[in-house]
């Protein structure tokens, strides 16, 4: 035998067979499953395994992600319930509130994304749900900025593991064109969690205990409600297509095979340094990062929304109704969004773009109409929720041109970390001096909406070049084929094939994969 080395990690040439041996370690989880099959997988059967996952996994997605809105978003809510004056909390204070969230969960966004690759996704994600109920719940015996403070650190650190153990779990069971329509289905579950946690802050209000006010009792429910699905996640979330509890193994093997297509595997728990090197390095992962950062500046309108609904002559239990509205204008913005993007092929960023244009028109209205057209206003702020497409747009994109699972981890804590930066950056827009007409902050958000869009296009030109490139290339011939060894029901020790999109190689390292625009 003679030693080699190749993109995959350490191999060994192997005569008996003229192919190459890797480490299990090299290469995907997968690979083990679908080695040696040979077949190709009947559509109808790709079908049922399909919605059988949906049937499973895709309604816990959902729940969680409405979940987890709701909760971070109780600050929000709380404002109109009176956590300011319980607190005694000053603008500042309240802004500090919101963005200490997002600075905890900027500084373990990374360790986040490491553990998430380490460990069993479910399991950890589950971990983190339970924390951060009881960090919620915490909340409601809170009488000071200290306090609360403390507990939206914590729901920072545990909100890391959400959106970025989401990004891969959709990537695990998903072709690329079903991702787009997955992350939009879980995330347009944001507007839910504004409709119903606006429903309950309504219900709070007309609580009548002493000693305890509407905001804590706000905190105990989404709580309690945090801490039941983190016991649901831990039984029955799966952490793999590769030990889904819901399919049996030839199930487990087609639903991996199903995936093939995608070029990028399930996942590799080993950390490879080059994979991490090769995401620092490549432009597009700092094109996506710096939309992530500005797109998320004005997000800081998810805790601001119900003061400034309040400050047009709006009552609370009329503000807290009202802001059901924009879960609405977020829920059918994005439904339609991921439809049209799934729908005709390469028009992911022409169309997170056009969404972008009528939230920039409602950025006008804001400023420029008179501040005694409270209709007017009101519909206008609504207006600004619609380009919330391009973003979900730019997480499912990032996955879909992303190969190599330690190079997703580390491209997927990146854009994340981004999107803290822009969310911990928003809040101080928003200053007492500025009221009640904001032309400051809004301004701001203006210029954010006219870069990203922008910004969207350019990547799609860049991979568009890169494909072309890539078509131009004369086509690589070679015979070297690669095998593992794997272990059979009776205890022999055999080696099988291992197809090129199982090998956990990078998109760049891979040059048959082509970007999806």
Not at 122 to 145: D, E, P, R, T
Not at 149 to 155: T, Y
Not at 333 to 358: E, K, S
Not at 397 to 426: D, R
Request: net charge neutral; hydrophobic share 45%; proline share 3%.
């Amino acid at each position: 035998m003679s030693s080699e080395t190749s993109s995959v990690g350490a191999v060994v040439k192997d005569e008996k067979h003229n192919g190459i041996a890797i480490s299990t370690k090299e290469v995907d989880t997968g690979a083990q499953l679908v080695s040696g099959l040979s077949t190709a997988l009947d559509p109808e059967e790709a079908l049922r395994i399909r919605r059988k996952i949906d049937k499973n996994i895709l309604p816990m997605m959902c729940t969680l992600y409405w979940i987890q809105f709701m909760d971070k978003t109780t600050l929000g809510s709380s404002a109109i319930l009176g956590i300011e004056q319980a607190t005694h909390l000053s603008t500042n204070q309240y802004n500090w509130l919101g963005t200490i969230f997002y600075l905890s969960y900027l500084l373990f966004e990374y360790p986040q994304n490491l553990a998430l690759q380490r460990f069993p996704v479910g399991k950890w994600m589950s971990i983190n749900i339970f924390v951060w109920g009881v960090a919620l719940m915490c909340h409601a015996a809170c009488k000071n900025f200290a306090g609360l403070f403390v507990v939206r650190l914590i729901l920072g650190i545990c909100e890391g593991s959400i959106t970025a153990g989401f990004m891969i779990v959709s990537s695990m069971f998903y072709t690329r064109n079903e991702q787009t329509l997955r992350v939009g289905y879980w995330f347009l579950m944001n507007g839910t969690a504004q409709i119903i946690s606006g429903f309950i802050s309504f219900g709070t209000l007309h609580i009548k205990t002493t000693g305890f006010e509407p905001w804590q009792w706000l905190m105990i429910i989404t709580g309690a409600l945090t801490l039941i699905l983190a016991v649901t996640y831990w039984f029955f979330f799966p952490d793999s297509p590769t030990n889904a509890w819901f399919l049996t193994m030839d199930e487990r093997a087609k639903a991996v095979q199903r995936i093939k297509e995608n070029q990028t595997g399930v996942e590799n728990k080993h950390f490879k340094k080059d994979q991490m090197i090769e995401a620092l390095t490549d432009p597009k992962t700092w094109i996506f990062a710096l939309f992530s950062a500005l797109d998320n500046v004005p997000n800081s309108l998810t805790n601001q929304q119900q003061i400034i609904m309040s400050s047009f002559g709006f009552s609370d239990l009329q503000t807290t109704l009202l802001a059901c509205v924009s879960g609405v204008v977020e829920i059918l913005t994005i439904f339609t969004g991921v439809q049209l993007a799934a729908r005709w092929p390469d028009v992911r960023a022409y169309v997170g773009a056009v969404y972008f244009l009528p939230t920039l028109l409602g950025i006008l209205l804001v400023n420029l109409l008179p501040w005694s057209d409270k209709v007017g206003l009101l519909f206008a702020q609504w207006m600004t929720g619609i380009s919330t497409t391009g973003f979900v747009l730019a997480l499912s994109w990032l996955g879909n041109v992303t190969a190599g699972h330690t190079k997703k981890v580390v491209t997927n804590a990146i854009m994340l970390s981004a999107y803290c930066i822009g969310n911990a950056a928003g809040p101080f827009m928003w200053e007492a001096q500025y009221k009640p007409r904001n032309h400051v902050p809004w301004t701001v958000i203006g210029i954010c909406y006219v870069i990203c869009p922008l910004l969207l296009l350019v990547l799609r030109a860049l991979l568009a070049r890169e494909n072309r490139k890539r078509d131009a290339e004369p086509v690589e011939e070679t015979d070297d084929e690669f095998f593992i060894e794997r272990v059979t029901e009776d205890g022999k020790r055999v080696e099988v094939k291992v197809d090129k999109e199982f090998l956990d190689l990078t998109d760049r390292q891979n040059r048959d994969f082509r970007y999806v625009l």
